[in-house]
């Protein structure tokens, strides 16, 4: 990726960028549509972008996600109603993360600010891709699955 960088320049991979994070801020939009949370993006203050890779970091209840097959860790813990809790809110935080730091870059990115690190950006939209795919998977319903019924598509 940086080899293909590095005969770009800087405008055209601050586009490049911003078309990939407007593409990945569309797919969390859809994604909160279809939990029923509620449609309203938070905006972090900018400070946020001035620890973006810290803040796009997981914390620790998240990694389990990463760690684990979520939906073996889902279903695991599916009997016990505080740890259950837990689960649901880390999943709703982290969404409504996901979503309001790739929106907060995006305006960033289309207002043409200066003060962007197109390398530091680009990292941080690699994180919160990856977070977006672990938050899709969990989100999936398959069809056979219930209570008592776990189904995996082979």
Known sequence: MLKKSANLSL????EKLKSRLEGK???A???VKTTGMPGGIPTPPDSVLANLIQECEDHTFWLNFKKAAP???CAAI???AQIKQVRDLSFMEELLKVRSMMNVMCNKLRE?????DIIEYSMATQM???KLMVLK????TVEGDSDEQLTFNV
């Not at 405008?11 to 601050?14: K, L």
């Open 11 to 14: 405008q055209q991979n601050i």
């Open 71 to 73: 939906m073996l860790f």
């Open 78 to 80: 599916e009997p016990d």
């Open 128 to 130: 919160l891709e990856n």
């Open 137 to 140: 998977s969990l989100n999936t």
């Open 112 to 116: 043409g600010d200066a003060n962007i």
């Open 25 to 27: 801020l569309t797919e």
């Open 29 to 31: 939009e859809d994604l």
